[in-house]
């Protein structure tokens, strides 16, 4: 099973200085104003927020995210869709 996102989960971390993959985190992202969940943030709520974006290709995890203050917010793009489903599901159905 892979799931393949159209929205970011967000998340508060625990130490603003460590804001990377695998970072601890201290609760749900903040609320969106149209997704109105918390940790729950559509993409045009993430490029709005003003966040400090690791690309695709500078990320372990082979997907961007992005992070400001407390806030870290991981999420697709078209390229790190592509990655998941040419590397982890045509690659492995052969």
């Not at 970011?8 to 969106?32: C, E, M, Q, Y």
């Not at 966040?51 to 793009?77: I, M, Q, R």
């Amino acid at each position: 099973m892979l799931g393949l996102a159209s929205y970011g989960r967000a998340f508060t971390l625990a130490n603003v200085n460590k804001p990377g993959i695998n970072s601890p985190k201290d609760g749900k992202g903040p609320k969106g104003p149209i997704t109105g969940e918390h940790g729950f943030l559509a993409y045009y709520e993430i490029c709005s927020m003003g966040l400090t974006f690791v690309t695709y290709e500078k990320s372990v995890a082979l997907a961007p995210y992005g992070h400001k203050g407390k806030v870290w917010v991981g999420y697709d793009t078209v390229r790190s869709l592509q990655y998941k489903l040419n590397e982890l599901v045509f690659k492995k159905s052969k």
